[in-house]
């Protein structure tokens, strides 16, 4: 296994990036969470690959878009970061995105696992690549006909 050891200062600041990122897609300020990536960042998912903050600060618009009637959000969790160079981290975490309606019931709408990889650049560590993937067991259900 790696050395899974990140400083406290690191911890604590890759935490209050995702805290950050998970906040600003859900209140629809997609340039705060379009700037928590590099500016040629690729963020891969399993309909989509796209790169560069400019089409990322466009999903976030187009996700809080999507949104009218339904508040989303976006829980992260089950975090492991493993250094792979002095400025480089992984990230593993479980994403969640939780939908209320008007109503007010929860409702779980998609849970992914995702991989980032974060370089501290100028001492603030930002996303350089993310890698989103469904939850393998749903995924495998998807893959069955219908009963």
Not at 100 to 113: A, N, V, W
Request: charged share 25%; proline share 4%.
């Amino acid at each position: 296994m790696a050395n899974s050891t990140v400083g406290s200062d690191d911890y604590f600041a890759i935490s209050d990036l995702y805290a950050s990122q998970a906040q600003a897609i859900d209140e629809g300020d997609a340039v705060l969470y379009a700037a928590t990536f590099a500016n040629d960042a690729v963020f891969k998912a399993s309909n989509f690959e796209i790169r560069g903050t400019q089409k990322i600060a466009d999903l976030a618009r187009s996700f809080y878009a999507s949104s009218k009637t339904t508040q989303f959000r976006h829980w992260l969790g089950n975090f492991r970061f493993t250094p792979q160079a002095p400025t480089t981290i992984q990230a593993t975490f479980c994403s969640m995105i939780i939908a209320t309606s008007e109503d007010m019931t929860p409702k779980l709408t998609r849970m992914s696992f995702v991989t980032d990889k974060l370089e501290k650049i100028d001492g603030a560590w930002i996303i350089t690549h993310r890698l989103s993937e469904a939850d393998p067991r749903r995924r495998a259900d998807l893959d069955k006909p219908p009963a």
